[in-house]
């Protein structure tokens, strides 16, 4: 059954997604001046006086799209209306009633749902006497609000609680469930249209978002949950990213900015490509932020169907992304066609193994012998006539697993030999497939106060058991 689920719904631009974001306290919908910026539901948890209760923004009731997607955003309208238990007309009171209320308020009496009532944008006192001319629209219990002028946001909510119909069943514990933090979050990314939506839609078994051939459809990141073998994982569905110079307007660049923010909170990021077409410099910023955070990533080649028809072979596609991203060579690659579900199962399997491998820990005994086989098969050159010292090395961190190594002078060790220890790391560590950080300390940072404890970033306490090669095992 769920808990229940509160439609906020209306004409374009009265404030739904504005309400939205500051019922919840959080930035979740885009919000632009522009009409029909919402596109898809978008939804929040929330748990208030004892209730667990779902807000649903919807797109504007009305809304001629610009990208000729009224009738896909009309469709999720009406899959709001048809889910809620409880609606809340949105009205504007600085533009008063217009024809476009007068076909809302139509339209939600046919749902005969219960509903509320919310009169907008009343940033002043004395705009409150004018709230009762919409009554004329339907004889609803009404609650005053201002997002901007913060009024009402209280009522408003005990409002809710008290038009909720009766709690159902395991109401407590489904919506306890829901604001579990769930065990893995991972960020779906890419350019435009290369099948983010329609991997996201696979995975929660139903349209949850908009999928269309027009680029750009998804404008709000949106996170979906589900459960993979009794385990709860978010998958957060971003806007497509083009050109910074591209960027036709603040909806664009809110969704760059909204598809960086969710690599930054993600735990593994889906770094989706088309097989049909070529690497762009937007793919290479993405990798860039995800290799700038240090994130556990999967490359996607979406739309493998297609290439196959064009005589792509998986070899080709993994030597070119190896070629073009040289540092990422440790990123697993995986072939999928989103559309029908092929390889889905797998994916998520495979985001789960490499999210193990980032929270991973190597005790300090085994980790210095693979460091004492990584110098004795190729020591560090000489420089400046002198011979770099490496003493030891212990990991003070996971997520990502973060390395401090101990020598005489980091400038005497060489950007190249740096490489090659980083390599030789990944090949007898378990962080083969996993962002891997290297901090070098000298004399001088002991001699600074630099501690080794002032490093520790997000580790675990107690060290992984892990298995290394014989060379370097305990004799």
Known sequence: ??????????????GKSSLLNWISGKLISVVDPTAGVTRDRVTWVMHEHDRYF???DTGGIGVVDSD?????????IQMGLDDCDLLLFVVDAKDGITPLDLQVAERLRRTQKPALMVVNKCDSTRMDIDAQNFLQLANLPQVITSVKGNRNRSD????VVEYLPKARDKESQDGAELLVKPELKLAIVGRRNVGKSTFINQLAETERVIVSETPGTTRDSIDIRFDVDGRTLVAIDTPGVRKRKSLANSIEFYGLVRAQRSIRRSDVV???FDATQTISRVDKQLVEEISKHHKPCIFVVNKWDLAQDDGMTIEAWGQYLTRTFASMRH????ILTARDGRNIRKLVNLT???YKQAQLRMTTGKLNRALKAAVNNNPPPHRRNRRPKIYYATQVSTEPPTIVIKCNEPRLLDESWKRYLMGFLREVTPFQEVPMRVIWRSHEDDAAGVRIEDLELQGRAGPTEVKLPVAIRDE
Not at 68 to 76: A, G, M, P, V
Not at 156 to 159: G, H, K, P
């Open 1 to 14: 059954m769920g808990i229940p689920q509160v439609a906020i719904v209306g004409r374009p631009n009265v």
């Open 54 to 56: 779902e807000l649903v």
């Open 68 to 76: 000729d997607l009224s009738e896909d955003i009309e469709r999720h």
């Open 156 to 159: 408003l909510i005990r409002a």
């Open 270 to 272: 889906l770094m989706f």
């Open 331 to 334: 990123v697993p690659i995986a």
């Open 352 to 354: 789960q193994v490499i």
